[in-house]
């Protein structure tokens, strides 16, 4: 359930940054905050604050607010590509080896 959740997570962080109501993205947050809790649910406060989903809704917010800021721009960067990196689709490599490891002979 964790990478699941994860990775729903990761996908809806990257499609808030299209988002344009204020009203609706803070209470999105509010929801995601619940969600990755519960995925994670040893990790502490600093943990979450920090966490990629955390930072690219919060980054989202500000722009909203026009409070964005220059500083953590590379924690800004880190997270779009654990993003990214989390709801890419395999590759075509990581297929075949799949297949090629369980598909079985009839």
């Known amino acids: ?15 808030v940054q299209d ?7 803070v ?3 509010s929801r995601a905050i619940t969600r990755l809790r519960e995925a994670l649910p040893n990790a502490g406060t600093d943990e979450i604050n920090t966490h990629p989903v955390s930072v690219l ?7 909203l607010t026009d409070t964005q800021a220059v500083t953590g721009h590379s924690l800004i960067n880190a997270a779009y590509k654990w993003a990214h990196d989390r709801t890419r689709p395999p590759s075509k490599d990581a297929v075949n080896a799949f297949v090629d490891r369980y598909a079985t002979e009839d």
């Open 19 to 25: 988002a344009c109501n204020l009203s609706g993205v």
């Open 57 to 63: 809704w919060a980054d989202k917010i500000a722009h």
């Open 27 to 29: 209470h999105g947050f």
């Open 1 to 15: 359930m964790t990478d699941k959740t994860l990775t729903d997570l990761a996908r809806e962080a990257l499609q």
